[in-house]
């Protein structure tokens, strides 16, 4: 019904920078959010940054001041530029939207996931 394509993803030194991309396709109407979450191995999976269709974001304390989100409208594409990265960053970050698909019904749907890792 909606797929969500991401990319970007792959291996950076400390400090590096990286930047993905998500694009969302098929029956949608209109989009109310996007946003990433990442999960590590071992751990649970976390939210890292929003942005509401008006254009407000959200991020987790862990990347405030480091992470960037951002929206094409037109695309219907999200990024996530991702500066001063550290090896906690790694993980494997998901694509989330909130979509009004063209029967006007709600759904979450989320991406593949693309893997980040930040080492040396």
């Known amino acids: 019904q909606v797929q969500l394509v991401e990319s970007g993803g792959g291996l950076v030194q400390p400090g590096g920078s990286l930047r993905l991309s998500c694009a969302a396709s098929g029956s949608i109407f209109s989009i109310n959010a996007m946003g990433w979450y990442r999960q590590a191995p071992g751990k649970q999976r976390e939210f890292v940054a929003r942005i509401i269709s008006g254009g407000s974001t959200d991020y987790a304390d862990s990347v405030e001041g480091r992470f960037t989100i951002s929206r094409d409208g037109a695309k219907n594409t999200v990024y996530l530029q991702m500066n001063s990265l550290k090896p906690e960053d790694t993980a494997v970050y998901y694509c989330?939207?909130?979509?009004?698909?063209?029967?006007?019904?709600?759904?979450?749907?989320w991406g593949q996931g693309t893997q980040v890792t930040v080492s040396s």
């Open positions: 989330n939207a909130g979509v009004v698909v063209t029967s006007r019904a709600q759904y979450d749907f």
